[in-house]
């Protein structure tokens, strides 16, 4: 039998309670009706008892009997016994309380009898020889039943305390089991590539600990597995590196010996396949340090202005040489606490190198790349603005897999460049977003933080950063 719904709705929790209340609430229910019918004949033994010995006593008696007034408050209210004394005619003599309206039983005995819609409980007792008197006795039976209820309810009070307070343990419990199992899966949740860690098993449940260390065992595989791609990453990126220089030298060598104008076109085309070949090494060797490197570089409050000016210095070179525009714009004004983030230096460097070098091959010669800085309610963003062809919408989705390049860009590039900027960015709680240009071709590639929604076009930034004005060729 299966205690757990299928679907979405499958919960251990729910499952727990939905299982375990009805069953207190039963054994509940079940306990008071037990305690009912055993108080309810406890009572009735009881009472019946000093019924029979009320009425013998007073049937025994030869002389005329005399019986003391019995308010009907004591009755109802205190269950009382009333006395009635019947002659031999069927009249009553005597009678502790008046009217009562019982008729004379015809046979000794106890007896139920309704009378003006009342319930009573009777004992006649056998008549003595010697007077011919007949005795009988009644009491309440609202009152008994009255007091047997109060008398199981007395019993009863410490399960019906007890009960909602189980309940509230049972649920205390499985909510402190749900947040354990919540907070394996929230642990299991930070696991990527870059940093796979085995789960602790300190505050496992014994039931799924054997989960937890399959889990476990599979992120060991999975690690190792990942540690020996980035190995032949490396490996094969340093074998690469050395022939390719080798023979990028070879081909400067034969260009020199070779007269001017003899295989130019030729000897162009096999020079930029053999940098070609360079930067793709360069680049598998930037992504394995990368990967290599993850979450070892220590977290530090970060300027992003500052390190958006080193990035820039460190490719003002390749803007010269395209004879491109780059530069930085800071929505202004802006505190400095707002241009802080916590991150290793290192991954934001990468993120940002990678989508200005982007933007920078792919920009036109004579094009501008615009870095800006804003503040959203959830922290700093910074965009990458180029006047590039842009992306195709339906490729945005895939140019930040690994070797993937847009078909029919006129641009080679190694395929690499943003999946490291995407790498590096998730590592600093980042995250890339890519949209073109409303105004003109162009793309626009946003680094913000992970919580914000992605923005839509917005106004021109109020200046350029002070200190730091275009940089043009």
Known sequence: MHILSSGPMCSLRRALLFWLVPLFLVVGAASACFSYWTYNR???????????????????REDRIALPPVAPERVHKWGSYIAQVWNRDGQIEAAS??????PMARTPGFHDVTV???????YAAEPSAGSGHRVQILQSGEFRRHLAVERAGAALAPVLILLPLAILILW???????????????????????????????RVPAEIKPLVASFNSLLSRLRDAFDTQRRFVQDAAHELR??????????????????????????????????????LVDQLLKLSRNEARAGQEPVVAVDLQAQVHQSIDGLIALADQRHIDLGMEVDSPLPAT????????????????????????????????????????????????????????????????????????????????????????????????????????GLVARLEPVAVAVASEGAQPAARAVGKPALAS
């Open 338 to 441: 707002t241009l802080m983030l916590r991150c290793a230096a290192g991954d934001l460097r990468s993120a940002l190198d990678n989508l200005i070098e982007n933007a920078l091959r792919y920009t036109p010669e004579g094009g501008v790349v615009d870095v800006r800085l804003s503040s959203t309610a959830q922290g700093p963003a910074i965009e990458v603005v180029d006047t590039g062809p842009g992306i195709p919408p339906d490729q945005l989705g895939r140019v930040f897999d690994r070797f993937f390049r847009v078909p029919g860009n006129g641009t080679r590039g190694s395929g690499l460049g943003l999946s490291i900027a995407q790498n590096a960015a998730q590592r600093c709680g980042l995250r890339i977003v890519l949209r073109n240009r409303q105004d003109r071709s």
């Open 242 to 279: 050395t022939p390719i220089t080798a023979v990028g030298l070879q081909l400067e060598n034969v260009c020199r010996d070779m007269p001017a104008g003899a295989c130019q076109e030729s000897m162009g085309q096999l020079r930029a396949g053999v940098d070609r070949a360079q930067r």
């Open 42 to 60: 406890m009572v009735a033994s009881f009472m019946d008892e000093q019924m029979q010995q009320l009425g013998d006593s007073l049937a025994q």
């Open 116 to 122: 003006d819609g009342r319930h009573w409980r009777l």
């Open 172 to 202: 205390g419990v499985a909510a402190t089991l749900s947040r354990e199992i919540q907070a394996i899966g929230r642990q299991a949740a930070l696991q990527d590539e870059n940093s796979i860690r085995e789960l602790p098993m300190t």
């Open 97 to 102: 309380m008046t009217p009562i309206g019982a």
